[in-house]
């Protein structure tokens, strides 16, 4: 049954199946800015057919359901987080993987988080995610602002992005809080993990863990992660972990020297120091299997140094080039 909600500007495919509430799937866009109806059974929103769903300032959602994800985005369909409030309840008892924003499988979706506020709560048992690609196909994230709230109420995780395959994730401003208040000895607070051929890139940002058992700042099988900067709190020592793939860490860091590693000269070992925008930062960070590719720490006045004398050197190149012509 198609319904018309002309009290929000907005085309929404009422579904009775038990595994959505609203379908955004004519291929518009819609800018919500008024309050959606409270959800109390299936709180979901599915986004396909290259829809485009602008969650403005003044739009509200608030429900309460058992095992279901929040936002679900297929094919090349977008999410952009502008303002207003979006807010889901799980409280499922049998475990399982509630995620807050769902890029399903084999699609190239996007989510922007620029402003409002996002928070999903798993009240018993699980692994809280708030933004989860399966088997992505080259999907984009952009965490610009906004405050976005993770709670995991039981023995589990609250994590803030989980990747399988093929996505990027540029974080550069924005609120992250995650909370986990069971305990498990299982790395139950992965703040990043990434797979495959994914990158994730940390430049901003403020993000606040608390955990009843142990936190992992940074997880990673495959792919790239880059941090630098950031301003990070927990109540307990943060850990990385890496099993594969490239870890770029850029900053001045003190404990393990600047320069690349590979799995042949690698150890484990504790990083503190400063980021690139002068916030600090400490690490436990241990290598998994010894597969991973490399590691490379920069410290930032190297960094600067080389900017430096590259501007310089372009500037006499360039006064050389008046001269001669």
């Given amino acids: ?22 379908v955004y799937n004519d291929g518009e866009t819609h800018n919500v800015s008024t309050s959606i109806a409270d959800e109390a059974s299936n709180p979901q929103i599915q ?6 769903v602008n969650w403005d300032s003044g739009a509200t959602y608030d ?26 309840t799980d409280n499922a008892n049998t475990g399982g993987s509630p995620i807050g924003i769902s890029l399903q499988s084999g699609y190239s979706g996007t989510v922007s988080v620029n402003s409002g506020s996002f928070t999903y ?14 088997d992505g196909s080259g999907f984009t994230v952009n965490l610009t602002g906004g405050t976005v709230t993770i709670s995991e109420g039981g023995a589990g995780g609250a994590r803030l992005v989980y990747i399988e395959e093929n996505g990027t994730v540029n974080a ?22 990434g797979d495959d051929n994914s990158r994730i890139d940390i430049s901003g940002g403020t993000y606040n863990l608390n955990s009843d058992s142990e936190i992992s700042l940074l997880y990673l099988d495959a792919g790239e992660i880059s941090l630098s900067g950031g301003t990070f709190s927990a109540n307990q020592t943060m850990t990385g972990v890496v099993d594969g793939g490239n870890l770029t860490l850029s900053g001045t860091f003190e404990g393990i020297a600047a320069g690349v590693y590979d799995d042949s000269t690698w150890t484990d070992g504790t990083i503190t120091g400063i980021l690139s925008d002068g916030n600090s930062i400490t690490l436990d960070l241990s290598i ?10 920069i410290p930032e006045t190297s960094a600067t140094g080389m900017l430096m004398a590259l501007a310089v050197s372009m ?11």
């Fill in 172 to 193: 550069t401003g924005g609120v992250y809080n995650l909370t986990e208040a069971g305990t498990q000895t299982l790395d139950v607070f992965a703040i990043i993990g």
């Fill in 121 to 134: 709560t798993e009240t018993l048992n699980g692994n809280c995610v708030f933004l989860k690609s399966t």
């Fill in 63 to 88: 429900g309460t359901g058992t095992n279901t994800d929040g936002i679900r985005i297929y094919d090349t369909s977008a999410y952009n987080l502008n303002g207003g409030s979006f807010s889901v």
């Fill in 47 to 52: 986004i396909s057919n290259g829809t485009t």
């Fill in 1 to 22: 049954m198609k319904k018309t909600a002309s009290c929000i500007g907005m085309f929404v495919l009422m579904l009775p199946q038990a595994w959505a509430t609203l």
């Fill in 315 to 325: 500037l006499l190149l360039r006064r050389k080039h008046r001269l001669t012509n």
């Fill in 288 to 297: 998994g299997d010894g597969t991973l590719g490399t590691i490379t720490i």
